[in-house]
T-cell receptor, first 117, second 115 residues
Framework: GAGVSQSPSNKVTEKGKDVELRCDPISGHTALYWYRQRLGQGLEFLIYFQGNSAPDKSGLPSDRFSAERTGESVSTLTIQRTQQEDSAVYLC???????????????FGPGTRLTVL | AQKVTQAQTEISVVEKEDVTLDCVYETRDTTYYLFWYKQPPSGELVFLIRRNSFDEQNEISGRYSWNFQKSTSSFNFTITASQVVDSAVYFCALRTTSGTYKYIFGTGTRLKVLA
């Protein structure tokens, strides 16, 4: 079956421009996560969706960052007025979530490498 | 506070050596889940194992083994007879059952296996 896909795979933009990053999770996965990984660093949590709602937005670095999810499927991460420090790989992951018990591994996409010049 | 610490930033071993990657976690929850992921040079994270807090039984899968000890809040990962293909960054992660379903990742350990 298809895994998590992300587009574009690479994005080069100029400082001050807006960018949209897309994530297509595995079909049926209700949970979707966005992470940022700077070069040589660990994963920095950005935001999590359960269905179409985002119960935890605590990781968004600033109000320039926003995300939405529709149809319990595709999610878009938008960065407005990009800055050079936004340069990183943005990873998306999805998982099955059982509300009462259990926990499932996240399946990661290949990431979008964002370069802000 | 929830936290995952991977104190080893980088480890280099010679092929066929055994190597252990350390992971120490912090949580006040009694029910939680621990994970290990591998990130090879290609970049895509690969799930290796999940362990819940009620199951302290160690697990072995081929050359991989995991040692979960609640008494020391550790979930260490050992690769036996390492191979060059094991070279990657390995991440330990924690998910608790209170609050939201956020996963907390450690900063990763870069393993280099030299031929």
């Amino acid at each position: 079956g298809a895994g998590v896909s992300q587009s574009p795979s690479n994005k080069v933009t100029e400082k001050g421009k807006d960018v949209e990053l897309r994530c297509d999770p595995i079909s049926g996965h209700t949970a979707l996560y966005w992470y940022r990984q700077r070069l040589g660093q660990g994963l920095e949590f950005l935001i999590y969706f359960q269905g179409n709602s985002a119960p935890d937005k605590s990781g968004l670095p600033s109000d320039r960052f926003s995300a939405e999810r529709t149809g319990e499927s595709v999610s878009t991460l938008t960065i407005q007025r990009t800055q050079q420090e936004d340069s990183a790989v943005y990873l998306c992951a999805s998982s099955l979530v059982f509300l009462t018990s259990g926990s499932h591994e996240q399946f990661f996409g290949p990431g979008t490498r964002l370069t802000v010049l | 506070a929830q936290k995952v610490t991977q104190a080893q930033t980088e480890i280099s071993v010679v092929e066929k050596e055994d190597v252990t990657l350390d992971c120490v976690y912090e949580t006040r929850d009694t029910t939680y889940y621990l994970f290990w992921y591998k990130q090879p040079p290609s970049g895509e994270l690969v799930f290796l194992i999940r362990r819940n807090s009620f199951d302290e039984q160690n697990e072995i899968s081929g050359r991989y083994s995991w040692n979960f000890q609640k008494s020391t809040s550790s979930f260490n990962f050992t690769i036996t007879a390492s191979q060059v293909v094991d070279s990657a960054v390995y991440f330990c992660a924690l998910r608790t059952t209170s609050g939201t379903y956020k996963y907390i990742f450690g900063t990763g350990t870069r393993l280099k296996v030299l031929a």
